[in-house]
């Protein structure tokens, strides 16, 4: 007994050792990789623990050294390989292990697999559907707001957000029929109620014609847009409202990309440069040097036109915000109730 626990020390210090010098090479496909492992002599007896993510080798053979290479052919939809989105970016990620031992033990060795596309034109996130989150059309226009998973792959399954992390925020404008529309958060606030009363006690968010002030108090921010009708905003958990419901109230506005003045913008802190600057075109940052003071209309009668764009005032919840220190916050749980 005592001699196999040995041996299966050794195999995998043999391994760790000779995996460094292995020779992985990797081929991208459009919508599938190729990669090809090749292994010592010493571990071609343990080639069935090698994986692709989920996936074992789709192919393996023995080479006239000794050694052994093992294939991996599949598409981007086995595996479970992770589709992410960063910028202008479409990302496929997964990783190569060898696990001596089953799950939950770890793998002995990984090895990171990325493929990386320009992403496609007019490329919307798949959970862009009626039944996400928060639906309702105006004026033609249909809006939509919800919570993501930490992934920002789809819709959160849970509501239950530890204090400190991160709610990704999403909220998008199918356009139809429509030109080309920017959605803006022109205001959003929290409060413990889901209708937004007069005497409501809030909690500021994105202030000030569309000025991330939670980007000023901690780590908050707006990510990249795939697509200028939607809008990401990553919001780092707050102690307003803390092991209480919390409601995200906002006001969305579709508006046109071509007219973007101090009231219509959308504006985050830059601690790095200690300054504010446009999400769109950072070129135009002056528009955001109000956000400090009061940002007005440039409109002589002190509004646009409604012809510009739609607005509409929106609410995201309940949300429930726990601190993972506090032995109550163990007991509650939940899933998305998202209205």
């Not at 599949?74 to 202008?88: A, L, P």
């Not at 959605?183 to 209708?195: D, G, I, Q, R």
């Not at 007219?259 to 219509?264: A, N």
């Amino acid at each position: 007994m005592v001699s196999h626990l040995y041996l299966g020390v050794i195999i995998v210090a043999v391994f760790a050792t000779t995996v460094a010098d292995a020779g992985i090479n990797v081929v991208c496909g459009k919508d599938s990789v190729r990669i090809t492992w090749r292994i010592s002599p010493e571990l071609v007896p343990h080639a069935a623990r090698l994986f692709l993510g989920s996936c074992m080798a789709s192919q393996f053979n023995v080479l006239p050294t000794g050694e052994g290479e093992a294939r991996f052919n599949y598409k981007f939809g086995e595996c479970k390989f992770k589709k992410m989105m960063k910028g202008k970016k479409l990302l496929y990620q997964n990783e190569l292990t060898y696990r001596p031992q089953a799950k939950p033990k770890p793998p002995a060795f990984k090895y990171p697999i990325e493929c990386t596309f320009k992403r496609p034109e007019g490329w919307v996130p798949p959970f862009l559907n009626p039944g996400s989150g928060v639906s309702e059309g105006r004026g033609g226009l249909v809006f939509h707001m919800a919570l993501l998973d930490e992934e920002l792959s789809g819709v959160a399954t849970t509501n239950v957000i530890p204090l400190g992390s991160f709610m990704p925020i999403w909220a998008a404008v199918e356009q139809k029929s429509h030109q080309p529309l920017l959605l803006l958060m022109e205001e959003c606030v929290a409060t413990t109620t889901p209708e937004l009363l007069p005497g409501s006690q809030i909690y500021p968010i994105i202030t000030n014609k569309g000025c991330l002030a939670e980007s000023v108090n901690g780590n908050s921010r707006f990510l990249p847009r795939y697509h200028s009708s939607a809008i990401t905003l990553y919001l780092q958990s707050f102690k307003f409202g803390l092991g209480e419901e919390v409601y995200i109230h906002c006001k969305l506005v579709a508006w046109d990309p071509q007219i973007l003045d101090e009231s219509k913008k959308t504006c985050q802190y830059s601690k790095e440069d200690m300054r504010w600057e446009l999400l769109d075109d950072p070129s135009r940052s002056a528009v955001c040097s109000c956000c400090d003071s009061t940002c007005r209309s440039r409109s002589r009668r002190g509004i646009q036109s409604e012809s510009h764009g739609f607005s509409y005032n929106t609410v995201l919840g309940p949300l429930i915000i726990v601190d993972p220190s506090d032995p109550a916050a163990n007991k509650v749980s939940g899933k998305a109730a998202l209205s």
